[in-house]
């Protein structure tokens, strides 16, 4: 199953799929159709086409694409889109982005005063929940008494299905750790849980945590291998980036830190010898990214097969705007004039550190005045529909260009991080540091000493090696720089100049709508 090439969405997957809608969700009821898992699963390739659409789910944005059956409702299709709301949730109220549009829900991400109704919060909660029912749908159809009741199916396609399930659960936990790290105590809905119309009960932040560390654990040696054709699929290796993930960030989910498990799930990857660094920076951003060595787990993008006006689409018609920048230069039919740099982005990168070299700076300040003018802030176009010999995407609207959620550069840092927090393995660290900087100045000159590897280095490394990325809110609250006075950057707070914050703003809120509908659910504190 090549991902990368997959027509999303599929007609079998979603004869087995009702979606949740913004402002009434149960993620215990049973989804319908007019075509029933007694008929559909008849066909032996519809356990393909269902566990494809989950993956999808991360891509587009609704059943038809890229717009006119929405997943979820209430907010505009193109808005609605799983990356791009959680690269608007972890990037927008920090010091890397902004965003010029007035749409609804948007201005108040620029400025951390967003509230339970804000649409791209609301938003974003629902769009977890739908990866979440779909997970869980797919398990309960793949479940040995559901299988136990349909025609014998072949043993290589029992084998392939137990490993969609491992995938099911791969994805599943990915959509549980974005809950947990955006909106703290959350539903837990298992395949096994009844189904019925008893909303949800809340669960705690750690039990979460702990409920999908010990997920992955269980499934990271039944996913498929990192080989090229499995590019894009959930891998062993891509089980051990979560987990790594989550270690670091365990101190904030659980009030237990993890470091040298963290320290343990990178060096699997690291070690595993499936990746290795990109020689060019850039190409990780381009339109046949999908054949860089070192992305471990991508949102893959195609322009003819997975149309949204969300995901990669997004960023790379955003980053483009004002009266000088050509939509042609990054293989795109028009610019939408959207987010730009903050300032205080801007100042991460020294001279010679060539991952700068896609800054638009001509005709841009670099001071954000006034966030609705495009001209304000400097545009940062990482991401392009241009392939890497200069080949535009296979479509100027929609693109071929590839998220990568997770890569061995990003591997490398949480590595060094852990050494540091934990005091071992630090000549190690530097040395990864270093392959990243040597590639991001082209040589030796922008290596760092012992002496110079600190916490403070690695988050400003972070800074500059994962911009726009989707990492810098969690970053920031790991290092407990997110709210509070101790690092104040532009429009932080609702002014220009910046202003403290108050912690409750760590965690966004669950929405009203959903308070309303859930009465198990309470609201997180402050809001």
Known sequence: MNLRAFRAPTVVALALLSLVA??????TVQPKSTVTSANVFNDPSSYQAFIARVYSGLAVS??????????????????????????????????????????????EMNTMTWTSSSTMVVAMYYRIYVQVVMANQFLNETST?????????????????????????????????????????????????????????????????????????????ALPSSTAANYGRATTQAANMLLAELYLNAGVYTGTT??????????????????????????????????????????????????????????????CGGSIMSAGTYGIDYCW???RLKPEA??????????????????????VNDITNFNDGVAAPKFTNISSTGAQGSDPTFVDTDFPLFRLGEAYLIYAEAALRTNANTAQALTYVNQLRERAYGGASGDITSAQLTLPF???????????????RTDLVRFAEFTGSAYIWSWKGGTKAGASTDAHLNLYPLPGSELVANPNLTQNPGY
């Open 458 to 472: 690695i988050l400003a490394e972070r800074g500059r090696e994962l911009l726009w990325e989707a990492h810098r």
């Open 346 to 367: 801007y100042a991460f990168y020294t001279a010679g550190d060539k991952r700068s070299s896609y800054f638009f700076t001509n005709g841009q300040n670099v001071a």
């Open 145 to 221: 008494s559901a299988l136990a009741g349909r025609a014998a199916l072949s043993p290589a396609l029992t084998t392939q299905i137990q490993q969609y399930r491992a995938e099911a659960r791969f994805l599943r936990a990915l959509s549980y750790w974005h809950a947990i790290d955006l909106f703290g105590n959350a539903p837990l809905v298992k395949e096994t849980d009844p189904l019925g119309s008893t909303p949800p009960k809340q669960a705690n932040r750690a039990d979460i945590y702990n409920y999908v560390v010990a997920e992955l654990t269980a499934i990271k040696d």
């Open 258 to 319: 993890a470091y040298p498990q963290a320290l343990a799930a990178a060096q699997a990857v690291i070690s595993s010898g499936a990746y290795s660094l990109d020689p060019n920076y850039r190409h990780l951003f381009m339109a046949d990214n999908n054949t860089s060595p070192e992305i471990i787990f991508a949102i893959t993008q195609d322009g003819k097969r997975t149309q949204s006006y969300g995901g990669v689409t997004f960023l790379a018609h955003a980053g």
């Open 22 to 27: 913004v402002g009434c969700t149960d993620t």
């Open 62 to 107: 609704g059943q038809q694409g890229p717009a006119g059956n929405p997943d979820i409702q209430g907010i505009d299709e193109g808005f609605s889109q799983y990356l791009r709301l959680y690269w608007e949730c972890e990037e927008l109220p920090t010091d890397e982005a902004v965003i010029g549009w007035g749409d609804i829900g948007l201005p």
């Open 337 to 339: 004039g959207g987010t």
